[in-house]
C-alpha cells in the first residue's frame, strides 16, 4: 500500500511537471553588420546590391560623386532600416523606394550627424551618398523586423500616416527641421468621450501638434508647446462638422490624424520623442478643447470643469442671453498654476470688448467677478493663467495638467438693483434713477464704481447714504457732469475711519446730471463677499 502511495505521488508530480509551459525562446539577438566596401560603378541604373545589415567604405570621387546601394527586403516583406553616414565633411544621404521614388534627403557633416533612425524598407529600398570633392565614408545600414511603438519615415502624408493606438505610445524623432510625423488615431466607440495627448521634451525642439479630420485632414485645432507638449480635453467628435466623408464613400470612424512637427535650426535625429494619446471619460460639464479663441469658445450654462494645460493655454466660455445680464463668476484655482479670470462683450467682426478681469488670488486661491453686466446677445469668459515675469519678460506660461479647475456662473435680471462693471469712469457710469437703492461690492482692488442721476427742477435735497461694510473702509464721492467738461466733486464723506457709516445729508441739487462714486480710500480695502447698499432719495 505504501509504494503504491508512493507510485501515485511520484506520477502525479510528474504531470505536474509536465503541464507547466516551456520557457520562453530568448529573442536572438541581431546579426552582426556585414562589411563591405563600395565597388564603382554604383550609379542609379547599376546600384550596388548590400545586405539587410551592412558597414560601407566608400569613398565620393572629384569633383562630385553619387553612390547607390539596394537593400532587398523580400517579396511582400517590410524591413525597418536605420541609416547612418558617418566621416564626411559635406555631403547628403538620400533613401528611395523600390521604384526609386525619393522618400528622404538629411544633411550629414558638421552639426548633421546624417541619420535616418527608422524608414520602412518594402521589399526593396536604395540608398544614395552624394557629394562633391573627395570624401572617405563609412555607411551603415541596419535591417531588421518593424517593431511595435516604432515610427518608420516617411509618414510625412496622411496616405503613409503611421497608426497610434490609444494608450500605446509610439517613438518617433523630429529627423529634419521641417519634419512632419503624421499619425492616424482611430477611437472605438463608447471607449471615452475626450483625449489626453502628451508628447516627451525634446531639448532644443518646440512642438506643434496639429489635428486634422480622418476624412480629408482637414485641420481641425493647433498646439504648441516649450517644453514638450501636454493636451486635455481633446473632444473626440471634433472631426464630425468636418468630415466629408472616407475617400471610399464611407462613413469615417472616430478620430484624428495627429501631424506632429518640431521647430528647431537641425532637428533631432538622435533624441527621440514619446507621443500617448489616451482616451479618458469626461465630465458632463467638462470644457472642450479646442476652444482658445471666441469663435470656439465652449457653451457655458452654470459650470464648467477643465485644464491650463498645455502651457500658454486660453480656455474661452460662450454665454447667451436674451436680455441684459448681471453676471457673477467665481473660479476656482488649479494647484500649479496662477490663473486669471477675465469677461468679454461680443464687438461683431471686432475683438471681443474687454468688460471686467480678475487676478487677486494665487495658485488654489478663488477668482471672484462678484457684478458684471453682460448685453444681450452672446458674451465670453476667459480663463488663461496669470501673466507673470520671469528674467524681465511678462509671460503666461502657468499650467495644470492634473488638477482642474472649476468655473461656476449665476446670471440674475440687470433691473437696476445690482451695481455692473464696469462702472469704473464717468464715461461708463451705471445709470440709475431716483430714488436709488443699490447693491455693489468693491471688488478687485482698486476697484471704483459710479452710478449717474438725473435730478429734475424742483428736487428736494437728496440723501446719500452708505451703511458700514464689515472690514471694508469706504468712502463717497458727488459729482456734478458738465458735458464735455471734467466733472466737478462737489460733496465728499469719509468721515469714519474703518468700516462706519457714510453720508451725505440734505444736499441741494439744481436741475442736472451728477454721479456718486464708491470707493475706499487710497484703494486699502477690497471685499468680493461683502456687499455694500448705496441709496440716493
Known amino acids: 500500500m505504501r509504494r503504491a502511495l508512493v507510485f501515485a505521488a511520484l506520477l502525479c508530480a510528474c504531470r505536474e511537471k509536465a503541464a507547466q509551459p516551456p520557457p520562453p525562446a530568448e529573442q536572438q539577438a541581431p546579426a552582426a553588420p556585414e562589411r563591405v566596401r563600395e565597388q564603382e560603378p554604383n550609379d542609379f541604373q547599376r546600384a550596388q546590391q548590400i545586405p539587410a545589415r551592412a558597414l560601407v567604405a566608400g569613398t565620393l570621387q572629384a ?15 517590410t524591413l525597418a532600416l536605420r541609416v547612418e553616414l558617418k566621416g564626411v565633411r559635406d555631403a547628403w544621404l538620400e533613401t528611395y523606394d523600390r521604384d526609386r521614388n525619393r522618400l528622404l534627403r538629411v544633411h550629414a557633416g558638421g552639426d548633421d550627424p546624417g541619420v535616418v533612425p527608422g524608414m520602412a524598407c518594402l521589399e526593396a529600398c536604395f540608398v544614395k551618398v552624394s557629394g562633391t570633392g573627395l570624401q572617405e565614408y563609412e555607411l551603415t545600414v541596419l535591417g531588421g523586423e518593424p517593431r511595435p511603438g516604432e515610427e518608420l519615415e516617411p509618414n510625412d502624408r496622411a496616405v503613409d500616416a503611421t497608426e497610434l493606438r490609444p494608450g500605446s505610445p509610439v517613438r518617433g524623432t523630429f529627423l529634419t527641421a521641417d519634419d512632419e510625423d503624421w499619425y492616424r488615431l482611430s477611437v472605438p466607440d463608447g471607449s471615452g468621450d475626450v483625449l489626453r495627448i502628451e508628447v516627451t521634451p525634446v531639448e532644443g525642439v518646440r512642438p ?9 485632414a482637414t485641420l481641425l485645432a493647433t498646439f504648441r508647446g516649450t517644453e514638450g507638449l501636454f493636451v ?69 450654462r452654470e459650470t464648467a470643469t477643465g485644464f491650463l494645460a498645455p502651457s500658454g493655454d486660453q480656455d474661452w466660455y460662450r454665454v447667451h442671453v436674451d436680455a441684459p445680464t448681471v453676471l457673477h463668476a467665481e473660479l476656482s484655482g488649479a494647484d500649479r498654476a496662477d490663473l486669471e479670470l477675465a469677461v468679454y462683450a461680443a464687438a461683431g467682426t471686432e475683438k471681443p470688448r474687454l468688460l471686467a478681469r480678475a487676478n487677486e488670488g494665487g495658485p488654489r486661491e478663488l477668482e471672484v467677478l462678484p457684478a458684471v453686466g453682460i448685453p444681450a446677445g452672446d458674451s465670453y469668459l476667459l480663463v488663461q493663467a496669470a501673466a507673470r515675469q520671469l528674467d524681465g519678460k ?20 440687470d433691473d437696476g438693483s445690482t451695481e455692473r462693471e464696469p462702472n469704473d469712469e464717468v464715461a461708463t457710469a451705471q445709470p440709475v434713477s431716483l430714488p436709488v437703492a443699490v447693491r455693489g461690492w468693491i471688488w478687485p482692488r482698486k476697484d471704483v464704481d459710479l452710478f449717474r442721476f438725473h435730478v429734475e427742477a424742483g428736487h428736494a435735497p437728496v440723501n446719500v447714504m452708505l451703511p458700514a461694510v464689515r472690514g471694508v473702509d469706504l468712502q463717497l464721492r458727488l459729482y456734478q457732469l458738465r458735458g464735455d467738461r471734467p466733472p466737478e466733486v462737489i460733496g465728499s464723506s ?7 457709516e457714510e453720508k451725505l445729508i440734505a444736499v441741494p441739487l439744481k436741475e442736472g446730471d451728477y454721479a456718486v462714486e464708491v470707493s475706499s480710500p487710497r484703494h486699502k480695502d477690497a471685499s468680493a463677499s461683502q456687499a455694500y447698499t448705496l441709496t440716493v432719495q
Open 63 to 77: 569633383p562630385r560623386d553619387d553612390d547607390w546601394y539596394r537593400v532587398g527586403a523580400g517579396s511582400g516583406k
Open 208 to 216: 506643434e501638434l496639429e489635428v486634422r479630420a480622418l476624412g480629408d
Open 232 to 300: 486635455r480635453n481633446l473632444s473626440v467628435h471634433l472631426g464630425e462638422t468636418a468630415d466629408a466623408g472616407a475617400p471610399d464613400g464611407g462613413p469615417v470612424p472616430a478620430g484624428y490624424y495627429l501631424v506632429l512637427k518640431g521647430k528647431s535650426r537641425h532637428g533631432a535625429p538622435l533624441a527621440p520623442y514619446r507621443l500617448t494619446a489616451t482616451v479618458e471619460p469626461g465630465a458632463q460639464d467638462l470644457e472642450l478643447e479646442p476652444n482658445d479663441d471666441p469663435e470656439h469658445a465652449t457653451p457655458l
Open 394 to 413: 511678462w509671460v503666461r506660461d502657468g499650467e495644470d495638467r492634473q488638477t482642474p479647475y472649476r468655473l461656476a456662473v449665476q446670471l440674475s435680471p
Open 494 to 500: 469719509d468721515s469714519k475711519r474703518g468700516d462706519g
